[in-house]
T-cell receptor
């Protein structure tokens, strides 16, 4: 399968713990995006990378959130000191730079904070 | 990004055409209309996009009005597997991100 893959698919954690999600984009895509989706809402943009550079971050991305794409390939999204409000689906997507309207999404990582 | 307006929900009988409308009255000349869908518990899936001409692919057809202020996504023969939330988005194709609204929840019934 050459699509976008995310790991883990599900994560249950206690409030205050740190969690990390990984995303492997389609190999030839140089753009990688993170979105968050809560129940009944559309996906909300968090941040995106062009190659290894993080070019934009949403105000939704508090200082407890950090994302990296160290070699311009896979990316990680870390949430420190999780809160119940962080419970959501975290979606990763990738695209070619020349067509950023056509995103390829992964299946998402569902986070539940108890 | 220009904003879009979609009905919150629609029903369609299996085998019939599903016509999903979208208003984007403030669309700019360089913005495309993109459609995505999201089946329950999956990531969004790209369906189709267009600038001003009607487009068709193996999944759907996209009809854009001449003034480009609205569009319709057509699923010609809806099946139960087409039950999903459908998002209409306008984007230049080179912008930094897509902005999703709440979409239209399409329920296909027997």
């Amino acid at each position: 399968d050459t699509g976008v893959s995310q790991d883990p698919r599900h994560k249950i954690t206690k409030r205050g713990q740190n969690v990390t999600f990984r995303c492997d984009p389609i190999s030839e895509h140089n753009r990688l995006y993170w979105y968050r989706q809560t129940l009944g809402q559309g996906p909300e943009f968090l941040t995106y990378f062009q190659n290894e550079a993080q070019l934009e971050k949403s105000r939704l991305l508090s200082d407890r959130f950090s994302a990296e794409r160290p070699k311009g390939s896979f990316s990680t999204l870390e949430i420190q000191r999780t809160e119940q409000g962080d419970s959501a689906m975290y979606l990763c997507a990738s695209s070619r730079q020349a067509n950023t309207g056509e995103l390829f999404f992964g299946e998402g990582s569902r986070l539940t904070v108890l | 990004d220009a904003k879009t307006t979609q009905p919150p929900s629609m029903d369609c009988a299996e085998g019939r055409a599903a016509n999903l409308p979208c208003n984007h009255s403030t669309i700019s000349g360089n913005e495309y209309v993109y459609w995505y869908r999201q089946i329950h518990s999956q990531g969004p899936q790209y369906i189709i996009h267009g600038l001003k001409n009607n487009e068709t692919n193996e999944m759907a057809s996209l009809i854009i009005t001449e003034d480009r202020k609205s569009s319709t996504l057509i699923l010609p023969h809806a099946t139960l597997r087409d039950t999903a939330v459908y998002y209409c988005i306008v984007n230049t194709g080179t912008a930094s991100k897509l902005t999703f609204g709440t979409g239209t929840r399409l329920q296909v019934t027997l």
